[in-house]
C-alpha cells in the first residue's frame, strides 16, 4: 500500500503539462506586448500607403 502511494506521488506527468502552459503565457505576453508596441506604427505606415494610393496626384507621398 505504501510503495503504491509512493508510486502515485511519484508521478511527474502533469509537471510537463505546467511548463508547456507557462511557455505559451509568455509567448503570448511577447505576442501582445509587440502588438501594442508597434501596431500604432504598422498602422499609420498602412493609411499613408492608402492615402497615397487614393489620391491621383500623388505628390506629398514621395
Same mark, same amino acid.
Given at each position: 500500500?505504501?510503495?503504491?502511494?509512493?508510486?502515485?506521488?511519484?508521478?511527474?506527468?502533469?509537471a510537463s503539462a505546467v511548463e508547456y502552459g507557462l511557455l505559451v503565457a509568455a509567448i503570448a505576453a511577447v505576442i501582445v506586448g509587440v502588438v501594442f508596441l508597434l501596431g500604432g506604427k504598422v498602422k499609420d505606415a498602412f493609411t499613408k @500607403?492608402?492615402?497615397?494610393? $487614393? @489620391?491621383?496626384?500623388?505628390? $506629398?507621398?514621395?
Open positions: 500500500m505504501i510503495t503504491r502511494i509512493r508510486r502515485t506521488l511519484r508521478r511527474d506527468e502533469g @500607403t492608402n492615402d497615397c494610393m $487614393a @489620391t491621383p496626384a500623388a505628390t $506629398a507621398c514621395k
